[in-house]
């Protein structure tokens, strides 16, 4: 697939379509961590920025920030927030010739998602080389934990309104049209688009092969509604989440 095609074509009506995490995040753990582990304040990389969505977090924390996208369009749509202190820059960010600023903090939120497993790894090797030494990352990823609880929730509510699993229509399963392959390795459809999800202890392993100290591994929880258009009032928690992984540069 070419993300830069793909993600031009959805730039106009982004805030639309596409799941917003700053919102959604139900218990601030994205300001919560940012406060808890930015210490120096020199200089931001907000790695696959969108439309800029994370901005108005990162900009009044640093001297300067640089917000890179593989998408022309996205960053057009994040320029036009007029954020003083940020440069913009056009970049695959999976490519080993990516040349990057060193910074004190990256920002990496729902990238690192191809189906393509080895441009993820590259994209977490250039995290890793775009931190000065003792630099952390930020770094949202979907969960593999979390789609197959979210599948049994689904399945447990029809049941409680006396279907039985084989009678749940195909629609409902649709994200499992991949092959056993893709399943295994956490490349699931959303909304038709493969998207790599990952399990805990891969990313432990993921972090070690990048050169990145995990800090933290925890869940960024969300509403039922992130997952369901109607969920019951009944579904509570444990909620849905992406994984948040805090991460440091020791080199
Ligand atoms: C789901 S959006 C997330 C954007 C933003 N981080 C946010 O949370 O709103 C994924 C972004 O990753 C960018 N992206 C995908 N593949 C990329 C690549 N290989 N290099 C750079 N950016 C990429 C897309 O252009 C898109 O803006």
């Known amino acids: ?33 940012m406060n808890r582990y930015i210490q120096a304040s020199d200089t ?38 007029g954020f ?32 393509e497993i080895a441009r993820n790894e590259s994209m ?13 990352a930020m770094i949202v990823v979907p969960s593999t934990d979390s789609m197959l609880y979210s599948a049994w929730r689904m399945i447990d509510w029809y049941r409680k309104e006396k279907v039985d699993v084989d009678d749940i229509p195909a629609s409902e399963l649709a994200y499992f049209s991949g092959s056993k392959r893709d399943l295994l390795q956490g490349i699931i459809r959303i909304d038709g ?3 790599k999800h990952y399990s805990g202890p891969e990313l432990q392993v993921l972090m ?4 990145l ?6 869940q960024l929880n969300y509403k039922w509604d992130s997952e ?7 579904m509570q928690a444990p909620y849905p989440w992406d994984w948040l992984i805090v991460c440091r540069a020791d080199k």
Not at 124 to 136: E, M, R
Request: glycine residues 6%; aromatic residues 8%.
């Open 213 to 218: 100290s995990l800090v933290k591994l925890e």
């Open 208 to 211: 070690q092969r990048a050169g």
């Open 44 to 81: 931001a990389i907000d790695f696959g920025c969108g439309t800029g969505k994370a901005l108005h977090l990162l900009s009044p924390r640093f001297r300067s920030v640089v917000a890179t996208d593989i998408s022309g369009e996205c960053l057009t749509a994040a320029k036009a927030r």
């Open 1 to 33: 697939m070419n993300e830069r095609t793909h993600w031009d074509k959805i730039a106009p009506s982004y805030n639309d379509e596409i799941f917003d995490v700053f919102e959604s995040d139900k218990d601030g753990k994205l300001v919560k961590n």
């Open 84 to 115: 003083g202190n940020v440069t913009y820059k056009r970049a695959d960010l999976s490519s080993k010739a990516v040349r990057l600023p060193q910074a004190d903090f990256v920002f990496c939120c729902n990238v690192i998602m191809l189906p």
């Open 193 to 195: 688009v493969p998207t």
């Open 228 to 234: 369901f258009a109607e969920p019951p009032k009944w």
């Open 124 to 136: 977490f090797s250039n995290i890793q080389k775009s931190l000065k030494p003792g630099g952390i």
